[in-house]
């Protein structure tokens, strides 16, 4: 039978995305947790390397590592018109005609060899009634023996324009920013639709326990952007993820913005672009990204459960998950370049009760060490007073030192400051008019989950106005 197997964890949000993309068009898949079979584990390392990367998924054991959903509706034939699966054989002529056919007209479809694949052979006879025809094709569950050009075309509607939705608000980015946005919009009554590349919440989203929203003493990041989300959608907001913005344009009163996964139009923009976690930028780094450096504890910390890792940077992005990584690692080592902690005093405070967390200070980071098989080792330091340089061993690290926003697409097309940053006025305003920033990617603003939502407002009443 056709098998998608997806390797990935409940706490990971790509692989919420790919599993919530795959239920959406009721596609059946296994789901196998990395975190509960050390079997997985081992496969999905092997897969990728050495390296730790989810979602893993494999369709007919061909292996896909974290593809978007632009990539999961090219290889399993996902199409607005619905999943077109195609039965067929390299040497069949009329099977090079069908998919030359389904090519030229940007349809997605799943090509299954019969030759490869005894169940396929069986699956054809089995439509075929006891016949071995190819190609046939199934389309939204409907199966297609040997289908003509003209077939294929009015069953899947190739040729026909259809009408294009435009939007009052595009709002590009899903985290508190962005769903805010979407809610306050919905309530004044103007249609939105919520564009995110990965997850719904963005950092948020792997952030595994805020202590500083208002009305809530402790609650978990996944939570509350659940939340956030559930209200939008209530509104009548749509929400899609996966969908990956290249480029934007406005075209006389209109705005275009092209993805991964189509275009969309709309009458005004909200960026709420959110942010990425900035590297140290030194020997090794890049190599052992997924493989033993991580930039969030939520997502990757369970792999080193009664381990030794290292924590680089003194913000309370590091306090934080180095006090979260503390609860179940054997023993966390906190580096942190300055003399002082960034971290708000709340943290800072929590330290020396913490008996598993080491800290080193004014320390530089100089290079990540391996080890004679290419693994993670450790971390080479120096002191910035004495030049003195030493080594720090453990089995992980955990970089948190600042981000980046993710503004690199737009760039050209509204002002951006000397860091990439959005340069904005008033109600969240940047120089194109209709065309508003909220969160983490404006210039100025604080990267807190409050702090956002509020954004989120000045944003939604900045499109207000512009209708006005």
Known sequence: ??????????????????????????????????????????????????????????????????????????????NTQGRVLLYGADWCPDCQRAKSYLQDNHINFQYIEVDKYTWAAEKVEEINNGKRIIPTLIIDDKSYTNPDNSILKTVLSIGEESKKTVYDSIIVGAG??????????????????????????????????????????????????QRMSEQAKTYGAKIETGVNVKSLKKEGSLFSVATNMGE???????????????????????????????????????????????????????????????????????????????????????LPSIKNIEVHMNKESLAFIKDDKDNFKGLKIKDRN?????????????????????????????????????????????????????????????AQVAAATGEGVLASYGVRNYFK
């Open 386 to 446: 004495t030049n003195e340089e030493s080594a720090l061993y453990a089995d992980g690290s955990f970089i948190f030192i600042g981000l980046i926003p993710n503004t690199e697409d737009i760039k050209g097309f509204i002002d951006l400051n000397e860091r990439g940053f959005i340069t904005t006025t008033g109600l969240g305003e940047t120089n194109v008019k209709g065309v508003f920033a909220a969160g983490d990617c404006r210039e100025g603003a604080i």
């Open 1 to 78: 039978m056709n098998t998608i197997d997806l390797y990935g964890a409940d706490w990971c949000p790509d692989c919420q995305r790919a599993k919530a993309y795959l239920k959406e068009h009721r596609v059946d898949f296994n789901f196998i947790d990395v975190d509960l079979d050390k079997d997985a584990t081992a496969r999905v390392e092997s897969i990728n390397n050495g390296k730790r990367i989810i979602p893993t998924i494999l369709v007919n054991e061909k292996p896909f590592t974290n593809p978007d959903n632009s990539v999961l509706a090219n290889v399993l034939g996902i």
């Open 264 to 350: 969309y139009q709309s009458k005004t923009v909200v960026l709420a672009l959110g942010s990425t976690y900035r590297k140290l930028g030194i020997p090794n780094e890049e190599d052992l990204i997924g493989a033993g450096i991580h930039f969030c504890a939520t997502c990757d910390g369970a792999f080193y459960r009664n381990r030794e890792v290292i924590v680089v940077g003194g913000g309370n992005s590091a306090l934080e998950e180095g006090i979260f990584l503390a609860s179940f690692c054997k023993k966390v080592i906190i580096v942190n370049r300055g003399e002082t902690f960034s971290a708000s005093e709340t943290y800072i405070e929590k």
């Open 176 to 225: 508190a920013a962005g769903l805010t946005a979407s809610i306050y919009i919905q309530r004044d009554r103007f249609s939105s639709i919520v564009l995110e590349k990965k997850n719904i919440g963005g950092n948020a989203f792997l952030t595994q326990k805020i202590e500083n929203y208002p009305g809530f003493t402790d609650i978990s990041g996944p939570k509350l952007m």
